[in-house]
């Protein structure tokens, strides 16, 4: 079989004087992809490992998109394998004529290899860049894949990316589809050139990634099997409503503002368009975007296209019914959004991306296409639902007019410059050190433990502010209210990097915001309540990775001369087996972090080299939402419904 060759020049540092042809390392097949997994999947951490499962499911979901395939099995299996079953075409059997080898192996092991690129398989397809299937074997200590064609079952298994025998009839059948089962290639002790550090899949990410998919393609049937329990977990899932169906599932715990969302659905020049969107309770704005089923964090063209196409039918409304008066402006973009949930889903023969993540869209045509088809739906929407029009008139009127108040009170949180402490919050105990990638701000809770933390810091790069109770829960609250509470606006002053809108990156002062607060009941209320408004308001320094939780200790163990802090109960009775029960160490429970010495403080919550502290980062932004609704927002029902299904989790619970 002819070789597809990949040159890898090792790093300059690597270089010797008598650096020649020899030092040339040639990479073969797939060998490329084990030696840079991070070029073609991210990661070799949980992160990349379950993109292993997207790609295998991303082909069946683009058989999906051409018409042929209706159901998706997914089964994660006891031995940590992961099985993708489609009732597709099946992967082409036939030699591939050039290559002289069954297109099925083509397709997985040579990179660029599959009907993605021109050859008229797939008009609409995700994927990552074509190169899914090939990568995915190249990862795996083993996969075995199993094609149903033409009456025939085929099967080949393959190592590493390389086929262990040729492609072989194994059956017969009257289905047509594939089967991909993979294990990846995870490191160990035994296996020291693995790839992967973990080999665990995550049920709750899997599902909430294969749940989207079927909301993104109404119609098709994904389900989703975890074996590895002594009873396997079976979910379904099948969206007739499609995303009419996924608003609703976003909003579920907010009050709407009408029952059913708007939806349009339409195609032009070459372009689907599906677009799903209602507005809720809430003072936020939810708006996502995918291409061709992928998601696209960053917005593009098409985000773009919707944004002016509902503004401009909003307005346009507004001033033919004289909703909005001659002297007043017109809604800005941020205005008609507060509020919004809404999903735009476009699908489209070769996108263009403006990054190797594919999380911007550029392609230039779509944003023409979205907005003519988003402003014509919607202005006829508005016009045959009167009711409907003048709430969301009243809506977004309500969000300029706080939008202006927040202008004002923000006024009073910026400074002049970053250096002028005089215009920083008086109760901040600032740190020497001006580069902000070395400093560190601890919110601490109660002035008690602020007192300990700025006894026990290092002043040179860690700076603590203490803050007073219990923030105000922005979940519930505009911005500018937000504004006027005194714990809050310390903290943005402090930050110094604006907020909302105007927020600006280059300008924050810490590059590791760590909120301290007790190991309590109420230590977590108050961190969630940080977090919210960070999430809420200052969505990029949760995003960038700036934000952490500290880790303080729950208890101190002594036993004689020799003490031990531990962080959790499950530590503790580690600790006491390893120990001995009948040493009978003395044990000090720690109600908060005031209770500590500023010696203690920083030996175990404070110091970079003993510390331990849990970095901040939203995984999904649409689960994030969920949660910050469901624990903070107004809705009683869900809530509790949460606390009951979840009550097993807690172990100990000291109120």
């Known amino acids: 079989m002819a070789e597809k060759f990949n040159v890898d020049i090792e790093t300059a540092t690597?270089?010797?004087?008598?650096?020649?042809?020899?030092?040339?390392?040639?990479?073969?097949?797939?060998?490329?992809?084990?030696?840079?997994?991070?070029?073609?999947?991210?990661?070799?951490?949980?992160?990349?490992?379950?993109?292993?499962?997207?790609?295998?499911?991303?082909?069946?979901?683009?058989?999906?998109?051409?018409g042929y395939c209706k159901r998706i099995d997914v089964t994660l299996h006891h031995d940590g394998s992961v099985s993708v079953k489609d009732d597709g075409r099946g992967f082409p059997v036939g030699i591939h004529p050039k290559m002289g080898r069954p297109a099925v192996e083509v397709c997985l092991t040579v990179l660029h290899a599959g009907g993605k690129f021109g050859g008229g398989g797939y008009k609409m397809a995700g994927g990552l860049h074509g190169v899914g299937a090939s990568v995915v074997n190249a990862l795996s200590s083993h996969l075995t894949a199993t094609v149903y064609q033409d009456g025939k079952i085929y099967q080949q298994e393959y190592a590493r990316g390389k086929y262990l025998y040729d492609l072989k009839v194994i059956g017969e059948t009257?289905?047509?589809?594939?089967?991909?089962?993979?294990?990846?290639?995870?490191?160990?002790?035994?296996?020291?050139?693995?790839?992967?550090?973990?080999?665990?899949?995550?049920?709750?990410?899997l599902k909430h990634r294969l749940r989207e998919m079927a909301y993104l393609n109404k119609g098709i049937r994904i389900v989703f099997t975890d074996e590895r329990e002594d009873e396997p977990v079976v979910k379904d899932y099948c969206f007739e409503g499609g995303l009419k169906e996924f608003v609703q599932h976003l909003n579920r715990n907010k009050e709407v503002l009408f029952p059913e969302p708007i939806y349009t659905e339409g195609i032009k020049d070459g372009?689907?368009?599906?677009?799903?969107?209602?507005?809720?309770?809430?003072?936020?704005?939810?708006?996502?975007?995918?291409?061709?089923?992928?998601?696209?964090?960053?917005?593009?063209?098409?985000?773009?296209?919707?944004?002016?196409?509902?503004?401009?039918?909003?307005?346009?409304?507004?001033?033919?019914?004289?909703?909005?008066?001659?002297?007043?402006?017109?809604?800005?973009?941020?205005?008609?959004?507060?509020?919004?949930?809404?999903?735009?889903?476009?699908?489209?023969?070769?996108?263009?991306?403006?990054?190797?993540?594919?999380?911007?869209?550029?392609?230039?045509?779509?944003?023409?296409?979205?907005?003519?088809?988003?402003?014509?739906?919607?202005?006829?929407?508005?016009?045959e639902n009167p009711a409907v029009a003048r709430s969301i008139l009243e809506r977004c009127l309500s969000a300029q007019r706080a939008r202006e108040a927040a202008r004002k009170a923000r006024e009073l949180t910026r400074r002049k410059t970053v250096l002028e402490s005089a215009s920083l919050p008086g109760k901040l105990a600032d740190c020497s050190e001006r580069d902000p990638s070395r400093c560190e701000i601890f919110l601490v809770e109660g002035d008690?433990?602020?007192?300990?933390?700025?006894?026990?810091?290092?002043?040179?790069?860690?700076?603590?502010?203490?803050?007073?109770?219990?923030?105000?829960?922005?979940?519930?609250?505009?911005?500018?209210?937000?504004?006027?509470?005194?714990?809050?606006?310390?903290?943005?002053?402090?930050?110094?990097c604006g907020i909302g809108e105007e927020f600006d990156e280059s300008k924050l002062r810490y590059h590791r915001i760590v909120c301290m607060t007790d190991a309590d009941v109420d230590g977590a209320h108050i961190r969630i309540l940080m977090l919210t408004f960070f999430y809420r308001y200052m969505r990029p320094l949760v995003e960038k990775g700036y934000v952490y939780a500290a880790m303080p200790p729950l208890y101190k163990v002594t036993r004689g001369k020799t003490e031990k802090y531990v962080y959790d109960d499950d530590e503790l009775q580690r600790y006491l087996d390893e120990i001995g029960r009948e040493p009978k160490p003395d044990i000090q429970r720690y109600k908060g972090l005031g209770e500590m010495s500023a010696e203690q403080l920083w030996a175990t919550t404070m110091n970079p080299e003993t510390r331990t502290m849990m970095q901040i980062t939203p995984e999904d932004a649409m689960a994030a939402d969920e949660i910050f609704t469901l624990l903070m927002g107004d809705q009683v029902e869900p809530r509790k419904q949460f606390i009951q299904e979840n009550s097993d989790l807690v172990k100990d619970l000291d109120i």
């Open 174 to 205: 009257e289905r047509t589809g594939t089967t991909i089962q993979f294990w990846p290639d995870v490191k160990s002790a035994e296996n020291p050139e693995g790839i992967f550090e973990t080999g665990h899949f995550d049920f709750a990410i």
């Open 14 to 66: 690597q270089v010797t004087s008598d650096y020649g042809e020899d030092q040339i390392q040639v990479l073969e097949g797939l060998e490329a992809v084990r030696k840079r997994p991070g070029m073609y999947i991210g990661s070799t951490d949980v992160r990349g490992l379950h993109h292993l499962v997207y790609e295998i499911v991303d082909n069946a979901v683009d058989e999906a998109l051409a």
């Open 271 to 383: 372009i689907l368009v599906e677009v799903a969107m209602q507005y809720n309770d809430s003072y936020t704005e939810n708006v996502y975007s995918f291409v061709n089923n992928i998601a696209t964090p960053d917005g593009g063209t098409h985000l773009v296209g919707f944004n002016t196409a509902i503004t401009s039918a909003i307005n346009d409304y507004g001033r033919k019914y004289k909703l909005i008066r001659e002297s007043e402006s017109n809604l800005k973009g941020e205005d008609v959004r507060e509020s919004l949930t809404a999903i735009v889903s476009i699908k489209m023969e070769d996108p263009q991306f403006e990054s190797q993540t594919k999380s911007k869209l550029g392609s230039g045509q779509a944003r023409g296409v979205v907005n003519d088809l988003v402003k014509e739906e919607l202005s006829t929407y508005l016009e």
């Open 448 to 496: 008690s433990a602020g007192g300990s933390a700025k006894e026990g810091r290092d002043r040179h790069f860690q700076a603590i502010l203490p803050l007073r109770g219990k923030i105000l829960n922005v979940e519930k609250t505009r911005l500018e209210k937000a504004l006027g509470n005194q714990e809050i606006r310390a903290m943005i002053t402090a930050f110094g």
